[in-house]
């Protein structure tokens, strides 16, 4: 058996996890693979359901304590040597967790770490300082999603970190939910034709939910047939934030708190909002494309790499009129235009991100280390 083993901090409820279970759950349809999932915290009820894992993936806990945590060190390196794996492949700040093992460990395996965001923000300093260590050493192959992530990771790190992959995604799918669903939304709407904008993910600052609040307040002062959902939760210490933003929103803007079938709000919705402030090349994004929801992005980060004319539209910066002005070219379209964008939009999704085209980049680089 191929012994391939994904490691992360924790399955909370972001992109990068995300990315892993479905990495993990597509490798594991290969027979001849072992494939086991790490989380170096125990997992709680404030992350993702476990059930999102397929069955035949491992799910291996080792209760890492909150700050410095010389033991994990310790259970990394023993879970390693148990497990004998052909493949490590580390993710957010999993890496430097890793790294006394690797130091120790005398077989030879695979090492790689994937960037999920810009390199300066996937590593505290002194992480980077490791990471530059075991790069140049070529002890860890490094792996950027998108090419601005690339081009910050070799400003950082140099000529060693050139391994371009770009995020996959499963296509988003219908739960049992859907109808309830759907019903909840249309209740929102004023009428049939209302169009439904709809952002997904954590609210805090980086997510930049203030410019849809901004967006929306000049929509609806314009008479705009257009509501916006935004379907996510919020951490404790951005309860103050979340506050605000719900005291400060228009009566066209809903804030529907976590959900765990997304699929089914995505496949009632017309377009996809992303204004964040940076990005690596987001999951959510790619979730929404795969049912052909139109973006309408930011252009910061590896939304630059997949917002291209034919695939959504991005603002000319991040001030509250050029983003009104995008969501406005979605609202413009006559309806063969809008078919159009959104087949071209699944295409572009099937061709590029989905995550069977992801996972086999990725074996093929795990077998060539």
Request: contains cysteine; hydrophobic residues 40%; proline residues 4%.
């Amino acid at each position: 058996m191929y012994k391939i083993v994904q490691m992360l901090p924790a399955l909370g409820w972001g992109g990068a996890q995300v990315f892993c279970i479905q990495l993990s759950n597509e490798l594991a349809k290969n027979p001849d693979y072992d494939v086991t999932l790490v989380s170096l915290y125990d997992h709680t009820s404030n992350h993702m359901p476990v059930d999102r894992i397929d069955k035949k993936v491992k799910f291996i806990t080792l209760g890492k304590k909150n700050g410095l945590d010389i033991d994990i060190y310790k259970k990394v390196y023993a879970l390693l040597k148990k497990l004998q794996p052909d493949v490590v492949h580390t993710h957010l700040h999993a890496g430097y967790y890793v790294m006394w093992a690797y130091l120790r460990m005398k077989n030879n395996f695979a090492k790689v770490h994937t960037f999920h965001s810009l390199v300066t923000k996937d590593a505290p300093w002194h992480g980077r300082q490791m990471n530059k260590y075991f790069f140049r050493k070529a002890v860890m192959h490094p792996v950027s999603i998108s090419d601005e992530v690339l081009k910050g990771a070799i400003k950082e790190y140099g000529k060693n970190t050139k391994t371009l992959i770009y995020n996959g995604s499963d296509t988003a799918k219908a739960t049992n939910k859907l109808q309830e669903v759907t019903n909840a939304i249309t209740a929102l709407k004023k009428n049939a034709n209302t169009k439904v904008l709809i952002s997904v993910g954590r609210i805090y600052d980086v997510k930049n939910h203030r410019l849809i609040i901004e967006a929306m307040k000049v929509l609806a002062a314009e008479g705009a047939n257009v509501i916006a959902l935004i379907v996510g939760g919020h951490l404790p210490q951005d309860q103050a934030l979340y506050d605000e933003l719900i005291k400060d929103k228009p009566a066209c803007v809903h804030f529907l708190g976590k959900a765990n079938n997304v699929g089914d709000y995505l496949l009632n919705a017309d377009a996809f909002l992303m204004p964040s402030l940076y990005e690596g090349l987001p999951i959510s994004l790619l979730e929404a494309m795969s049912v052909g929801l139109v973006p309408i992005c930011t252009p910061v980060g590896g939304l630059l790499d997949i917002i291209k004319p034919g695939t959504g539209y991005l603002s000319k910066d991040l001030s509250t009129e050029s983003y009104v002005a995008a969501i406005k070219k979605f609202l413009n379209l006559e309806p063969t235009e809008l078919q159009s964008l959104k087949q071209n939009i699944k295409t572009v999704f099937q061709n590029e991100y989905s995550m069977e085209s992801c996972a086999k980049k990725y074996d093929a680089l795990y077998h060539s280390l």
